[in-house]
DNA sequence: GTACCTTTGTGAACCAATGCACAAAGTCAC
DNA sequence: GTGACTTTGTGCATTGGTTCACAAAGGTAC
């Protein structure tokens, strides 16, 4: 399940600050969920709670880790070491959490052999080689859209079943391989359209009276001028 | 509808490569999704296709903008000026969808005034006087987790009420405040459960049978042993 | 003008996830 | 030991979202 992270989380802040049980409740609160569905959640790995106490927080933490395959260390690669590589490679929570940044790969000479959080930058010729002999087995692809889709063919190829994709573009990847993506666009999208909302009332006021005046080049008209790029290929 | 940037964004795709129809069977391979998912979704903003036809791109662009409130300018500020913050500041993908960064602002005096992305940054006492002299509407949190919960209470309080959050904490917020996270370990977390899955074909194999076998201060004996660490510390 | 073909828009079935509500289980105080 | 209290785990109804499938709508060809 997709919240076991959320919970984790929640509960090593319990644990840092020294509780040693939780009631379902409390750590519902702190993961931000419904307390029935964590209970839920957590049935799902056993029977770990005890009834008029709660759960323990350092036991819960030890069950989540394992479900989620954080008792053992993953290999990281991170492919396009541009502003947003550089951040990841950077940022500490990962090491923290079992992940480890095995590789930084490049295209770009000017990138290629700069040192950033302890590593050289390598070159992208080289990551088919790095995969296999690193044993990495999560790849961040942060390079440009337009290069996404190659790098994820290459690293599917040499067996990459696991990608975290943030640049903006559906990537087509075979059965089996898990994509997730990222993009803080649409994260920013989504929000202006709920402050929209929020300013007037819903978009029926003012936005529908705008709706039917089309700035557009030709609007519909006589017959939707280039329009049916053919659809279906060619095959009027 | 959470999915109409995801449209947009395979819309625009299509227009740069001078598409001007497209089916919603095409557009839905294009974004990702289910073809009878994508024209429930659009028939929600009206009946913006021609049957037999399809979409024109142009115009639906504009109609979901329109939708989104991409129409206007949305001012945003961001606060926490790391590593993830000059990511951030530097990404050009949010110009183009008509976000506008309007101030950078930090607490750390080895930071401020220093020049990013064409803005200096500032000092976060301003954070109020920033919010309301430049109609900022969207704040992202990109400071550390102890952070995150002060610069909200203060962002909310100068009446923001759309707030994009990196740190790995639970926002609260007040009624009516939008908060959207975006937390990178997890999506790794998620990655590792899914691969962890894959190798070894459910954890019911090995792991379930090192389950039993906590390495928690007490480990339980008697009663269902591995189970049931003795909730509430070492109580016994 | 007519016949055929494509694609939309939507009613209806389906499925999964959510939340309620409560009995069972266990703790705590005395 | 006993009884009151707390909290888990789960059956069940409900909700929301997804998918199917098809009639209606419009375009294209001749
Ligand atoms: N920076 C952000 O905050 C941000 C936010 C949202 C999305 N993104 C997306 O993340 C991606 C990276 O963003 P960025 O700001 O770091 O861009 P960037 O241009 O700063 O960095 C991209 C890096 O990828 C490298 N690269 C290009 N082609 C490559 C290839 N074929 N193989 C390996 N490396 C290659 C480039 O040399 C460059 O170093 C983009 O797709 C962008 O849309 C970034
Ligand atoms: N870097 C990443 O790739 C990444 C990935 C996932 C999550 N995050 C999260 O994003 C946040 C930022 O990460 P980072 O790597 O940029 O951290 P960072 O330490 O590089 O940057 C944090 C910045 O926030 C500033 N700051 C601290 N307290 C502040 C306050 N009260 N007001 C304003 N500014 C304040 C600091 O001066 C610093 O410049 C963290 O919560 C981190 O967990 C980062």
Known sequence: MARLPLYLRALNGLAER???TVSSEDLAVGAGVNSAK????????????????GYDVDYLIYQISRELGLTQDWAV??????????????YGGFVSRG???????????????????????????????????????????ATPAAAAQEVCNRVTAAGITSILNFAPVVLTV?????????????????LAFHEQRKVTGGVDETAAAAADQWPGTVGMSERNQGASAPPRGGRT
Chains 1, 2 share one sequence.
């Open 18 to 20: 020294g509780i040693a």
């Open 38 to 53: 964590l209970r839920k959640d957590l049935s799902h790995l056993g029977s770990y709670g005890t009834r008029g106490v």
């Open 77 to 90: 690669a991170i492919v396009g070491v541009g502003n947003l590589g550089r951040a990841l490679a950077n």
């Open 99 to 141: 992940f480890r940044v095995a590789s930084l790969l490049d295209a770009d000479a000017e990138v290629v052999g700069t040192g950033i959080a302890g590593l050289v930058v390598e070159h992208i010729d080289s990551l088919e080689s790095v995969i296999r002999e690193r044993a990495v087995s999560i790849v961040v692809i």
């Open 174 to 190: 075979p059965d089996g391989v898990d994509v997730r993506k990222v993009d803080l666009s649409i994260e920013l999208q989504i």
